[in-house]
T-cell receptor, first 112, second 115 residues
């Protein structure tokens, strides 16, 4: 059974810092990996999706990498802003599965 | 473009009552999903559908039923509500093309409390 872990559970940084959020998964036979953002009381917004054949994806100040062999993905946020404060979740789609397995998320607070 | 719409947004039920949560998507997506989110546990899949008229069990299906009579709608039913079903319920939809499975789009959730 796939298990997805995100460490740390919470993170507080001053504005302007570059930061890395970590995601690890136990079964490397994945189809793709997706990073989401969730604001309090809201649904999930897709940030980046990395197919299993890809190593990284970039969108603006966000960069996500994928290392299947080690079962890890990182989300890099450059020049963090208070508006980046949210919970970030990673989710893995396994081969043969049509749905996602989620991590518990990292709650990020960017201090002005 | 509304995306994924969930109704109701909030609901309080008494133990033993039944209710139906509605999810509607206007993106013509084939795949639809119901998740529940509990503190510290991430999202867990309840049921999903790969097309109109088809449904399948997810990780935590007990106590729930679903129906997909129309492509754009996915209903989640609680047959006899229990306090353990207090949670935030999310619906999502997605599709697949030549590039593979595409990102899931989520609704804003239904906050359900069972007393």
């Amino acid at each position: 059974k796939q298990e997805v872990t995100q460490i740390p559970a919470a993170l507080s940084v001053p504005e302007g810092e570059n930061l890395v959020l970590n995601c690890s998964f136990t079964d490397s036979a994945i189809y793709n990996l997706q990073w989401f953002r969730q604001d309090p009381g809201k649904g999930l917004t897709s940030l980046l999706l990395i197919q299993s054949s890809q190593r990284e994806q970039t969108s603006g100040r966000l960069n996500a990498s994928l290392d299947k062999s080690s079962g890890r993905s990182t989300l890099y946020i450059a020049a963090s802003q208070p508006g980046d404060s949210a919970t970030y979740l990673c989710a893995v789609r396994g081969t043969g599965r049509r749905a996602l397995t989620f991590g518990s998320g990292t709650r990020l607070q960017v201090q002005p | 473009n509304a995306g994924v719409t969930q109704t109701p947004k909030f609901r309080v039920l008494k133990t033993g009552q039944s209710m139906t949560l509605l999810c509607a998507q206007d993106m013509n997506h084939e795949y639809m999903y119901w998740y529940r989110q509990d503190p510290g546990m991430g999202l867990r899949l309840i049921h999903y559908s790969v097309g109109e008229g088809t449904t399948a069990k997810g990780e935590v299906p007990d106590g729930y039923n679903v129906s997909r009579l129309k492509k754009q709608n996915f209903l989640l039913g609680l047959e006899s509500a229990a306090p353990s079903q207090t949670s935030v319920y999310f619906c999502a939809s997605s599709y697949r093309d030549s590039g593979g499975y595409q990102p899931q789009h989520f609704g804003d959730g239904t906050r359900l409390s069972i007393l």
